[in-house]
């Protein structure tokens, strides 16, 4: 397995109970990995894609690990992973992963396993997650933010737009996309992105598959 570093969260509402793992270099915590998949009944599997691996190879053969090299991540789709959930008996969870940046550097840990900064739900009020710039999550804060945003009456589509507009007013010379999530506990969502164009999946006990939603544009 080549080497890969993972973070990632799961808050659940009722209790903001958290489950995570911070910068894990998959080859030398396997034992660990398989450890927590087989607790969360969730599967291991090889996140280098077929595409991407020849890539990978080449560039650490000419480079190996630089930390004066910025790298470009391939063609869409790409990035962090969120998923907002709500059952039958009304416990809400937020569970967000991702490998970070492609090729990131070992050492650093991005907002997606940071309760707060990029995950964050509280059964009282809702729960949100973000993807993207994980730096500009991490000082404004924006999951708690939002569910914040969501306790003043804001719907989770406002409440995301005015916490990346929020975001926005950080300096950052990077300056990339940051979007975000949210989820009600009576079943409202919504998102932001900073891009036209961006959308979610939804799934309801009344859906026979995915339908896709519009982000509103921050």
């Known amino acids: 397995m080549l080497l890969q570093r993972i973070d990632a969260l799961s808050v659940a509402g009722s209790q903001l109970a958290l489950d995570r793992i911070t ?3 998959s ?3 396997e034992a660990a990995l398989e450890q927590l998949s087989a607790r ?3 599967r291991m599997q090889d996140m280098i ?3 991407e691996r020849p890539d990978l190879l080449g560039w650490l053969q000419q480079h190996g690990w630089r930390a004066d090299e910025r790298l470009a991540p391939h063609e869409r789709p790409w990035g962090t992973i969120n998923v907002l959930a709500l059952d039958a008996h009304g416990e809400m969870c937020v569970g967000v992963s991702t490998s970070g940046y492609p090729y990131k550097y070992p050492g650093r840990v991005g907002d997606s396993a940071v309760p707060g900064a990029g995950n964050y739900c509280d059964l009282r009020s809702g729960g949100a997650a973000c993807t993207g710039r994980g730096e500009l999550s991490l000082r404004a804060g924006t999951a708690r933010h939002i569910v914040d945003l969501l ?4 719907d989770p589509a406002a409440a995301c737009h005015e916490s990346l507009a929020d975001a ?8 990339a996309e940051l979007c975000a999530l ?3 506990p009576d079943g409202r969502h ?7 164009g961006a959308t979610y999946a939804v799934m309801t006990a009344d859906d026979q598959s995915p339908r896709t939603e519009s982000r509103s544009v921050a």
């Open 40 to 42: 969360s009944g969730m």
């Open 182 to 184: 949210a989820l009600t």
């Open 49 to 51: 894609s077929t595409q």
């Open 151 to 154: 306790v003043g009456g804001l």
């Open 190 to 196: 919504g998102g932001s992105a900073g891009t036209p």
């Open 23 to 25: 910068d894990v270099d």
């Open 168 to 175: 926005a007013l950080l300096p950052d010379a990077f300056r």
């Open 27 to 29: 080859s030398a915590n």
